[in-house]
């Protein structure tokens, strides 16, 4: 640890403030040394890029530029072309913005702020140029320079001046959930706690997962993190991920055996102690991986047609007992190889991606053409008053709901963002009014005017450094830039700058009224869908046939999870609890690894067990209306009774441990299976 590496990470968020003010000074002057038209733009910019992390405002940063430079050649596509025709013009920017917004939530990656970025600067360049559209090329090009510049200035002072690293933030809250994983893990293979106390320790991990996911998108575009950090991570995340519904597994068969169960095993009982103290152990007093698994293996018994559900259940808890011993062993030879700075790609790794989670996202198609429906209507909204009142400062409009529009759309209820939004906007303006007529008259040296702008301006690099108060602080930031229009000599008129800063917020008002009528849903709405978008899923799991989608399947359930997990409060109590223990996440992995043991067994028994999943496939599709039917659980019997008679072992032990897994998952309260009398082996 360096000496001043305390003081650095106490004063992290006035040192993010004085940087970030900085390099605003720096890009404006810049800006106004190369006499752009609106050096302004580029000092706003600063404050829209930067992040407290180098790799947040870097990735940030570069997405920009890009998204920028496409919606200044769109600009100079529409513009000229369509300048005779407005309502034309209006309709195609609205639909350019909403197709770059639908786009853009259909991401969901910081590869999104493209797209965004691509719609909304349309809105800026293209409505306020369209009484001088002949010189809408050098506009566009004006533009992008004092964005690139703003960009440029940002980039650099993040980078150099102090920089925050993502890699040892990602890297410490990795080494938390891990431990917290371990310390779960150790609690339900001891059967230390209640089920509420696992589920509301399950449900921080999985939460706490999420924001890992997120501070790590930024890591590949960060310059100060070594070049191996992003595939080092995605080993490491893979092995977290599943670390999840093993647990939740190991929790549930132990529930089925019962302690007098388990009291009757007292062998198990002394491997289960023994696997708790191994989890958590230091590295060097552990055994080895290979003596776990020698231990899991000797209380492994043949399945056959004599196996009693009790037997069957504890063949399937070692299983899991496996895969924990697995991943368990994977992460600390991963963290220890990370740390040591040693390449992970030579690591004997016992747990391999192809059994893993593929980074697959969960997409709301819905959602989101709702949500660009939104925005466009709230754009053609503010240019049809525009023009119907001949409003000369009306552009601020329909730009401003481009802007509120885009911004927003990926919270649950974006209405109430755009609102606070608007209020904060309000303040800018009251502060860009005193600013303008009061005090920057006076003001005739660019030191001078430096020392006026930073207590404001501090104060707004102080807010978005504070997670809690980022977008308050951007609002201002942004807002107070952009109406300040500071340039080379002073301009400003009060008719001109009200009747500006009145449009600015009609456009941010129509933005919020239009939301609420296109996304009137909120958290409620979206986190039910999302279980409604589960059973599908398992559906489709169970209509499929093929190989090789397990790692996909794994991947788009537990990205899932992680938006279900943010809105957990808003679920009925049942699916809040299968959420909880990962129900449904548990029952598709089962019904995957059970279809690869159908390739195994015998021509009969593949028979029963297609039938079920079939009949699987249609009670899941059904389940919002009708839930689960009783015939289901006879059918999943059936396959067990023809299952334990199959005469290959291997797949035989395979395709009982799947379908205990989707029992347990579907009706975990009925009771223990007990193969009917006379069942006949074809049945």
């Given at each position: 640890m360096?000496?001043?590496?305390?003081f650095?990470?106490r004063h992290?968020?006035?040192?993010?403030?004085l940087?970030?003010f900085?390099?605003?000074?720096?890009?404006?002057?810049?800006?106004?040394?190369?006499?752009?038209?609106?050096?302004?733009?580029?000092?706003?910019?600063?404050?829209i890029?930067?992040?407290?992390?180098?790799?947040?405002?870097?990735?940030?940063?570069?997405?920009?530029?890009?998204?920028?430079?496409?919606?200044a050649?769109?600009?100079v596509?529409?513009?000229?072309?369509?300048?005779?025709?407005?309502?034309l013009?209006?309709?195609?920017?609205?639909?350019w913005?909403?197709?770059?917004?639908?786009l853009?939530?259909?991401d969901?990656t910081?590869?999104s702020?493209?797209?965004?970025l691509?719609?909304?600067?349309?809105?800026?360049?293209?409505?306020?140029?369209?009484?001088?559209?002949a010189?809408?090329?050098?506009?566009a090009?004006?533009?992008?320079?004092?964005?690139?510049?703003?960009?440029?200035?940002a980039?650099?002072?993040?980078?150099?001046?102090f920089?925050?690293?993502?890699?040892?933030?990602?890297?410490?809250?990795?080494?938390?959930?891990?431990?917290d994983?371990?310390?779960?893990?150790?609690?339900?293979l001891?059967?230390?706690?209640?089920?509420?106390?696992?589920?509301?320790?399950?449900l921080k991990?999985?939460?706490?997962?999420?924001e890992?996911?997120?501070?790590?998108?930024h890591?590949?575009?960060?310059?100060?993190?070594?070049?191996?950090?992003?595939?080092?991570?995605?080993e490491?995340?893979?092995?977290?991920?599943?670390?999840?519904?093993?647990?939740?597994?190991l929790?549930?068969?132990?529930?089925?055996?019962?302690?007098?169960?388990?009291?009757?095993?007292?062998?198990?009982?002394?491997?289960?102690?023994?696997l708790?103290?191994w989890?958590?152990?230091?590295?060097?007093?552990?055994?080895?991986?290979?003596r776990?698994?020698?231990?899991?293996?000797e209380?492994?018994?043949?399945?056959?047609?004599?196996?009693?559900?009790?037997?069957?259940?504890?063949?399937?808890?070692?299983?899991?007992?496996?895969?924990?011993?697995d991943?368990s062993?994977?992460?600390?030879a991963?963290?220890?190889?990370?740390?040591?700075g040693?390449?992970?790609?030579?690591?004997d790794?016992?747990?391999?991606?192809e059994?893993?989670?593929?980074?697959?996202?969960?997409?709301?198609?819905?959602l989101?053409?709702?949500?660009?429906?939104g925005?466009?209507?709230?754009?053609?909204?503010?240019?049809?008053?525009?023009?119907?009142?001949?409003?000369?400062?009306?552009?601020?409009?329909?730009?401003?709901a481009?802007?509120a529009?885009?911004?927003?759309?990926a919270?649950?209820?974006?209405?109430r963002?755009?609102?606070?939004?608007?209020?904060?906007?309000?303040?800018a303006?009251?502060?860009?009014?005193i600013?303008?007529f009061?005090?920057?008259?006076?003001?005739?040296?660019?030191?001078?005017l430096?020392?006026?702008?930073?207590?404001?301006?501090?104060?707004?690099?102080?807010?978005?450094?504070?997670?809690?108060?980022?977008?308050?602080?951007?609002a201002?930031?942004?807002?107070?830039a952009?109406?300040?229009?500071l340039?080379?000599?002073?301009s400003?008129?009060?008719a001109?700058?009200?009747?500006?800063?009145?449009a600015?917020?009609?456009?941010?008002?129509?933005?919020?009224?239009?939301?609420?009528i296109?996304?009137?849903?909120?958290?409620?709405?979206?986190?039910?869908?999302?279980?409604?978008?589960?059973?599908?899923?398992?559906?489709?799991?169970?209509e499929r046939?093929?190989?090789?989608?397990?790692a996909?399947?794994?991947?788009?359930?537990?990205?899932?999870?992680?938006?279900?997990?943010?809105?957990?409060?808003?679920?009925?109590?049942?699916?809040?609890?299968d959420?909880?223990s990962?129900?449904q996440?548990?029952?598709?992995?089962?019904?995957?690894?059970?279809?690869?043991?159908?390739?195994?067994?015998a021509?009969?028994?593949?028979?029963?067990?297609?039938d079920?999943?079939?009949?699987?496939?249609?009670?899941?599709?059904?389940?919002?209306?009708d839930?689960?039917?009783v015939e289901?659980?006879?059918?999943?019997?059936?396959a067990?009774?023809?299952?334990?008679k199959?005469?290959n072992?291997?797949?035989r032990?395979?395709?009982?441990?799947g379908?205990?897994?989707i029992?347990r998952g579907?009706?975990?309260?009925?009771p223990?299976?007990?193969?009917?009398?006379?069942?006949?082996?074809?049945a």
């Open positions: 360096r000496a001043d590496e305390p650095l990470v992290a968020d006035l040192i993010f403030a940087k970030t900085a390099a605003s000074i720096l890009a404006l002057v810049i800006a106004l040394a190369m006499d752009l038209p609106r050096p302004y733009w580029a000092m706003a910019t600063v404050y890029t930067s992040q407290p992390l180098a790799g947040a405002t870097s990735s940030k940063a570069f997405f920009r530029v890009m998204g920028t430079l496409v919606g050649i769109m600009t596509a529409l513009v000229p072309n369509l300048i005779d025709a407005p309502e013009l209006c309709l195609a920017i609205a639909l913005v909403g197709l770059c917004l639908y853009s939530l259909l969901g910081p590869r702020y493209v797209f965004m691509a719609g909304y600067t349309v809105a800026l360049i293209g409505f306020p140029s369209v009484s001088e559209p010189a809408i090329f050098d506009t090009v004006a533009r992008l320079e004092e964005i690139s510049l703003g960009i440029i200035c980039s650099l002072v993040s980078t150099i001046v920089p925050r690293s993502v890699a040892p933030a990602v890297a410490h809250r990795v080494d938390n959930w891990l431990s994983a371990r310390n779960l893990s150790r609690a339900v001891l059967r230390d706690g209640t089920s509420e106390a696992h589920r509301a320790r399950r991990l999985a939460t706490d997962i999420v890992i996911d997120t501070l790590s998108t890591l590949a575009y960060d310059r100060l993190a070594d070049r191996n950090a992003v595939s080092n991570l995605g490491i995340r893979l092995r977290m991920l599943m670390l999840l519904p093993v647990v939740a597994s929790e549930d068969r132990l529930a089925a055996l019962g302690e007098e169960a388990l009291r009757r095993q007292p062998e198990l009982n002394r491997l289960l102690e023994d708790a103290q989890i958590v152990s230091d590295v060097g007093a552990r055994q080895p991986a290979g776990i698994r020698s231990m899991i293996a209380r492994q018994a043949v399945l056959d047609d004599d196996a009693s559900w009790e037997r069957i259940i504890t063949t399937s808890l070692l299983s899991r007992l496996r895969e924990l011993v991943l062993r994977d992460c600390r991963l963290t220890e190889a990370i740390a040591e040693h390449d992970v790609s030579t690591l790794l016992a747990f391999h991606p059994t893993g989670a593929a980074p697959v996202r969960h997409r709301d198609r819905g989101a053409l709702w949500s660009a429906a925005a466009a209507g709230a754009i053609l909204i503010c240019c049809a008053f525009w023009i119907g009142t001949g409003w000369p400062d009306g552009a601020s409009a329909p730009m401003m481009a802007v529009c885009s911004f927003f759309a919270q649950d209820e974006p209405a963002f755009i609102r606070s939004f608007g209020l904060w906007s309000l303040v303006i009251v502060v860009v009014a600013y303008l009061a005090l920057v008259p006076a003001i005739s040296h660019l030191e001078v430096v020392v006026a702008l930073a207590p404001a301006f501090l104060l707004y690099g102080f807010l978005i450094a504070r997670p809690a108060t980022a977008g308050t602080g951007m201002l930031a942004a807002n107070t952009t109406l300040l229009a340039q080379s000599t002073y400003a008129d009060f001109s700058y009200a009747n500006s800063a009145v600015f917020f009609v456009g941010v008002a129509i933005a919020e009224l239009v939301t609420r296109a996304r009137g849903v909120g958290a409620e709405w979206i986190a039910n869908r999302l279980v409604l978008s589960n059973w599908t899923t398992l559906a489709v799991a169970a046939r093929g190989k090789g989608d397990r996909e399947f794994a991947g788009l359930m537990l990205h899932r999870l992680g938006l279900l997990v943010q809105r957990i409060a808003f679920l009925s109590e049942s699916d809040r609890r959420t909880d990962l129900v996440l548990r029952i598709g992995l089962n019904i995957i690894d059970l279809r690869r043991a159908r390739y195994g067994l021509v009969s028994t593949i028979s029963v067990i297609d079920m999943l079939d009949q699987l496939a249609i009670a899941c599709r059904k389940f919002a209306s839930g689960l039917p289901l659980l006879t059918s999943i019997d059936r067990l009774a023809r299952a334990v199959d005469p072992d291997k797949a032990e395979d395709a009982l441990i379908l205990v897994g029992r579907l009706f975990p309260d009925a223990a299976y007990r193969p009917r009398a006379g069942e006949s082996v074809a």
